[in-house]
């Protein structure tokens, strides 16, 4: 991307603390055409349209020659895990996964989850105890969802430490600014997470345990149960973390908002959507390729033009929601994009939201908050998946 441009600026790490007055410049032009031939759109309307047109393909195999692929595209040892396909072979893939995962198939097996997760909730607040601050990233907010995403998949308990290190390597090279010593990092890590699987898959598959690799060995190529795995890892811990970061310092800057929450914990649903639009834990897809000219807001996106879709702008367009730069829990009608759209509308999303459910409303009943100790905190490089990379506070006590 060329210096200066506004895709420049977004990734640029200066900008990564307060991206939005660069999203508001943005949707000026609903249709922006960079100088390198990449299409942002960042209109809300457009936006939905666009994820939910098969015009648009979110297929990397297809991005125009000389566009960064991410570590998953350039790995060329397993097939592209389902979100980077275009039907049919999105659709069967999405379709076998869900059914060890969710409705209609397996309707018990997320909210079976809960009671673990929920003391995995308490096991962290309790190593609150005797402190005056913690960091919510390293000692809550990370912890919380590689283990979730363990239980998922079934993986032993002793080996989450290592799971912690790939998701982290994996989630940077998806960052458009990553460079090759970043995609490198990431295809390492991938190669790491893939050897571990490949023998979790192979041991699920003679032993069958808890978890969905062994429901789905059956039913999947090791290759395409390894990828699925990959992206789950990715998907289902980075953005998790990043969503329940991101509510626990929004929180923090409007007072009068966490006063109401502790007087209504009834308030946590609409709250937690409001942050998903307000600050939503993927900024942007930036892989997504024209199969063939699509008109869109008067201008004309050609054949084989990479598109970005601008999540978090889209959020804030002031044309679908009031004073969208004002966090309002009692928001009506806030059908954000903080979770995507369309067929590629994020797939554990009924996860993610069990465990900003059970967390959230207990950090801040059993934590005395007494202060951010930085803000804004320092942020992770990574432009797509925003959050805090730490998030340190001063707390007075921790509650039973």
Known sequence: MTPGTLSAQITDYANRADPYPLYAELRRTPVLREDDGTYLVSNYYDVRRLANDPRLSNDTRNRPPGEARTAEAADTSLPPSFIFTDPPVHDRLRGTINRPFGPPHSPGFLDGLRGELSQVVTELLDGFEGKDQVDIVEDFAYPLPVTAICKVLGVPREDEARFHVWADALASALDPQ???????????????????????????????????????????????????????????????????????????????????????????????????????????????????????????????????????????????????????????????????????????????????????????????????????????????????????????????
């Open 178 to 400: 990553a460079g090759e010593e970043g995609r490198e990092k990431g295809r390492q890590a991938r190669g790491d997470l893939g050897a571990y699987l490949s023998d979790l898959i192979e041991t699920k598959r003679r032993h069958p345990g808890p978890g969905i690799l062994s429901a789905l060995a059956p039913d999947m190529t090791p290759e395409d149960l390894e990828a699925t795995a990959v992206l789950l890892l990715v998907a289902g811990h980075e953005t998790t973390v990043n969503a329940i970061t991101n509510t626990t310092l929004t929180l923090l800057r409007n007072p009068d908002v966490l006063d109401r929450f502790r007087k209504d914990p009834e308030l946590g649903v609409p709250l937690i959507e409001e942050v998903l639009r307000y600050e939503p834990p993927v900024q942007f897809v930036p892989w997504t390729t024209a199969l063939a000219d699509i008109e869109v807001a008067g201008t004309t996106i050609p054949k084989g033009s990479a598109v970005w879709l601008m999540l978090a702008a889209a959020n804030r367009d002031p044309a679908r929601f009031d004073d969208p730069d004002r966090f309002d829990p009692a928001r009506a009608d806030n059908e954000h994009l903080g979770f995507y759209t369309g067929i590629h509308y994020c797939f554990g999303a009924p996860l993610a939201r069990i465990e900003l459910h059970l967390a959230v409303p207990e950090l801040f009943r059993r934590v005395s908050f007494s202060r951010l100790l930085e803000d804004p905190p320092p942020y992770r490089a990574n432009a797509v998946l925003r959050g805090p990379r730490h998030l340190p506070v001063a707390i007075d006590g921790v509650t039973a």
